[in-house]
């Protein structure tokens, strides 16, 4: 089976403090990126259903790739983004996304990758392809599981190897065979 991890594409944003849960849209460009996972996913794919987080950039994400390859979507709150109430819509001078993690009210890594496994095993569970929507953070995590990458302190930070992220509008394609070590590709549209 497979499962498609795509994260979501570039949104319209100029403040100068990080969005996690806010409502957030996606520019034009990120509007055409997805169209363009949208043109691979019916390229490349069967058209598998999509699960996606509840915020307006994934959902919006997944109503275009949705759109183009008639799948149904399907909400779940284990894909949304961390949770940081302290620096959400709290304009800092001194915040750099090197330094989200130690925010006093940020969800932490083990949390997000507890749920973002629940749903994974869940999906493999049933043994049907999909394609999972989400954020830069859970899929990230998810990912470096998946690879047995250990998780640094801090993912974001200009010192880690980008290749160990997900960048917007990346797909991962999880080819997760029974009782085998899921094998993993990266894919940009």
């Known amino acids: 089976m497979y499962i498609y991890l795509v994260r979501h594409t570039k949104v319209k944003w100029s403040h100068n403090y ?7 849209w996606l520019s034009d460009e990120g509007r055409q990126h997805a169209v363009r996972i949208a043109d691979w996913m019916k390229s490349n794919t069967d058209c598998p259903p999509i699960v996606s987080s509840p915020l307006v950039r994934t959902v919006q994400t997944a109503e275009i790739i949705a759109a183009k390859t ?18 959400q819509n ?27 496994l629940s749903l994974f ?48 509008g990346e797909i991962i394609v999880v080819h997760a065979a029974e009782g085998a070590s899921p094998k993993l590709e990266r894919v940009a549209a």
């Not at 001078?93 to 009210?105: G, K, Q």
Request: charged letters at 25%.
């Open 18 to 24: 990080p969005y996690f849960h806010l409502p957030v």
């Open 121 to 168: 095993a869940q999906v493999q569970k049933s043994k049907k392809d999909c394609v999972l929507v989400s954020h830069g953070t859970p899929l990230t995590l998810l990912y470096q599981r998946l690879a047995n990458i250990p998780t640094p302190t801090h993912i974001w930070s200009s010192k880690e190897d980008p290749t160990q992220t997900i960048h917007k």
């Open 70 to 87: 008639h799948a149904d979507v399907t909400i779940d709150s284990r894909l949304t983004e961390v949770a940081c109430p302290d620096l």
């Open 90 to 116: 709290n304009p800092d001078p001194n915040f750099s996304i090197e330094n989200e993690e130690d925010a006093p009210s940020y969800e932490g890594y083990d949390a997000v990758l507890k749920r973002m």
